[in-house]
């Protein structure tokens, strides 16, 4: 049986590839109808999104095969929904984090932060935390947490290796006053000067014999010791336990911060393509400006929480030693700021580039929060956006930053006249810019090419023709009201009950797939039973966003789970509770202010209103 099983999980993938369609089969087979076709199809996508037999992207692709055959949507119109305006958001978003990864901007930004902060053990926490959310906010979790991650992990241990030096040398003294004490040589009470070039106490006498009993007094007390093997042991767990907490910091920061911005994680932008699908009179009431402005104290809140959580189960609750508050500064601690200054430094200083690319991006953060505020007319209203009509979207402007890093050059050029009228200067090999001219752009499109996730880009089109194949068959609705029983529960439990739903379910499948089978469905519902579709879908979106529990639940969690350190009951333990925060902070923020900045208290007109079919 053994050999038996071992070859049917070795072709695991070729079987759920095979079986699970043929299976489903008698679905279309007996009840021929849209949709059945239409729920084939997802039960298809799910399955393999679930197990990952295929590529997310390729089962992405699944709706321009399956949608045309089943008569639910024509093939031009599924191939339209790959290529939409929130696809080119995440396209232009993506372009703006390649220059700022290619310029090692996130790195100098991260560094800098670590230096202000310090290396106590708890402020050391709260500086990798906020500097990996604020980083995810505008580059992927996955980028950022592999970035972070090497960091983090130099500097423990570098606080490892100088706290096990201070206690060899601790104990080396210790050893050597005892010896002088038997020999009468120094009295109890005596000082001993710490010195790491000259191991041996100051008020010794310089004496061969001394100096050799000494030493073979240390190796006898060394031998029959057993306090210091336990203090190493104690040590050895301490620094252990730090390792899991900065580590679990890292990736759970990197998660909760890409939730803060509309483009700092895909599943928001899935929520906003298919609002505008679903509904798409509700007048762009979720732009990035709106979003930011829900979603960030959500990610500020919560991310305090889960710091405060994560020192009381990996650091204790002595907020002296971890605050390091009235004690000064061991060699540990000088030892591990120089790791980061040390990194500081390689940076060398800011390059005409790295200024470049800083600037903008923040014309573009600029550009964003000004175009639609909702409190006032922003820019694109009063010059564009006329007849309740968006011809300037978010899109529109994220594409034109990326253009502009395609044709500003990355130094200052080299002109003749700049040498002082003389010969070019002298130039390394690996330089392959001309002698005079410009310097090559910001970006080049071999560099993007390289880099651009352009899975992501399929991924999200999937969910979008999913979502519109889901309405246009029918399928949508039929299964929101199957969930009208929900109407005689009150709404803030209908939200606690759903957001728990996803983030479980998120645990097991991708927040992509999650959000893009879900969202559909529970934007029916809302309507079926009398609620803002923004009501559900906003709080199910960022919950979708919140996989803390396993290592295979997001890339950031794997990434930190194969440096060995945790166990996945480690994470068990810490992402339940992680979850659980999520969960609760979400759903207050749903029913306070989100109420007032959506007024969600209301069925807007827009809700009655969908695409036409």
Known sequence: MGPAWRTVWAFRNEMVIFLVPLLLLPLPLVIPTKEAGCGFTILVMAAYWCTEALPLAVTALIPVIFFPMFGIMESSEVCMQYLKDTNMLLVGGLIVAIAVEHWNLHKRIALRV??????????????????????????????????????????????????????????????????????????????????????????????????????????????????????????????LELSKGMSLSVCYAASIGGTATLTGTTPNLIMKGQLDDLFPNNGDIINFATWFGFSFPCMFIMLVITWIWLQILFLGINFKQNFGCMVAKSQKDIAAYQVVKNEMNK?????????????????????????????????????????????????????????????????????????????????????????????????????????????????????FALAKGSERSGLSNWLGAQLTPLEAIPPWAIIILLCLLIATFTECASNVAT???????????????????????????????????????????????????????????????????????????????????????????????????
């Open 515 to 613: 959000t893009s089978l879900f969202l559909p469905i529970l934007a029916a519902m809302a309507v079926r039973i009398n609620l803002n579709p923004l009501y559900v879908m906003l709080p199910c979106t960022l919950c979708a966003s919140f996989a803390f529990m396993l290592p295979v639940a997001t890339p950031p969690n794997s990434i930190v789970f194969s440096y060995g350190y945790l166990k996945v009951s480690d994470m068990v333990k810490a992402g339940f509770m992680v979850n659980l925060i999520g969960v609760l902070v979400i759903s207050l923020a749903i029913n306070t202010w989100g109420m007032v900045m959506f007024d969600l208290n209301t069925i807007p007109a827009w809700a009655n209103s969908t695409a036409n079919p």
């Open 114 to 239: 670590l230096l202000i902060v310090g290396v106590r053990p708890a402020l050391l926490m709260m500086g990798f935390m906020g500097v990996t959310a604020f980083l995810s906010m505008w580059i992927s979790n996955t980028a950022t947490t592999a970035m972070m991650v090497p960091i983090a992990q130099a500097v423990l241990d570098q606080l490892n290796m100088a706290e096990a030096q201070n206690m060899e040398l601790d104990l080396i003294y210790e050893n050597q006053i005892v010896v002088l004490e038997d020999k009468g040589l120094a009295k109890t009470g005596d000082s001993v000067t710490a010195d790491p070039e000259n191991p041996k106490p100051a008020n010794v006498p310089e004496d061969s014999k001394t100096t050799n009993e000494i030493s073979n007094g240390h190796l006898q007390l060394s031998e029959g010791t057993t306090d210091a093997e336990e203090e190493m042991k104690l040590r050895s767990q301490k620094h």
């Open 347 to 463: 940076l060398g200083r800011m390059t005409f580039a790295e200024i470049e690319v800083l600037v903008l991006f923040i014309l573009l953060v600029l550009l964003w929060f000004t175009r639609a505020p909702g409190f006032i007319d922003g820019w694109a209203t009063v010059l564009f956006n006329k007849g309740n009509k968006d011809y300037v979207t978010d899109a529109t402007v994220v594409i034109f930053i990326s253009i502009i890093m395609f044709v500003l050059p990355s130094d200052k050029p080299r002109l003749p006249c700049w040498n002082g009228g003389g010969p070019a200067p002298e130039q390394p090999e690996a330089d392959r810019r001309p002698r005079y001219g410009p310097a090559p752009p910001l970006l080049t499109w071999k560099v993007v090419q390289q880099k651009m996730a352009w899975n992501v880009v399929i991924l999200l089109g999937g969910g």
